[in-house]
């Protein structure tokens, strides 16, 4: 999947990591990242996003949570990272990464939720009213009101394998009234995954959803 990419854009960090392991430098099963780039890649990326007026969050689960990695991308204009699951926020969280965005694939578990609303992140993602209510009482426990996203699913939307969870859309109007009531969260908008996909053929985004819909829109009752 991205070696074809890596070896086309990047082929001297192939020859360094194969010199690195035939010198028994390195052992098998290494991360090899090339530091400079991943700054000059995010420095770029955070420099669009500013001409577009959009924010970037940042993920680390394909290059092992990284500090050194995380830094230079946090030094290069992109902030706040998103966490895929509530270990990966913890651990970016105390190497002093700002989180953006937690919850968008793995639900944070009540467990998790105090260390996590202690943190600040900017908005949580919840697949369901007890998931809201959970981080509401978290919430008012440490005197705070948390925003969230809704995670909205519709049938024919494209979905990954065991990623169908969220609120359905047909029942929208009542479930984000029900979260609406909630003290201690406020909902900041909707998100679904995949929501534009590019890739084999489709040489431009595609979108993955059959409903966009607005908080306004789905609060509006």
Known sequence: MF?????????????TA???????RIPPNSYILDIDRISENAT?????ARQS????????KQIGRNPIASR???EAGISKAVAVDPVEALLL????????????????????LDKILSYQPEVMTVFSVEAAANISEAARKRGIVQKLLLRVVR??????DAQHGGLA???????????????????????????????????????TLRHFVSPQTCCAS
Do not use: K
């Open 155 to 160: 049938d024919g939307d494209y979905l990954y």
């Open 3 to 15: 070696l074809h990419p890596l070896l086309e854009c990047n082929p001297t960090l192939v020859d």
């Open 93 to 112: 969280a105390d190497q002093g990464v700002l989180l953006g965005h937690v919850g968008h694939l793995v639900q944070v578990p009540p467990y998790y």
């Open 169 to 207: 859309f047909e029942s929208l109007a009542a479930i984000a009234e029900q979260i609406a009531n909630l003290a201690n969260v406020t909902i900041a908008g909707v998100t679904s995954f995949p929501s534009l996909i590019v890739e084999g053929a489709w040489r431009n985004p595609h979108a």
């Open 72 to 74: 230079a991308i946090v």
């Open 53 to 60: 007026g959009i924010s970037l969050y940042f993920m680390t």
């Open 44 to 48: 770029a990326l955070a420099a669009a």
């Open 18 to 24: 194969l010199t690195l392991y035939r010198e028994g």
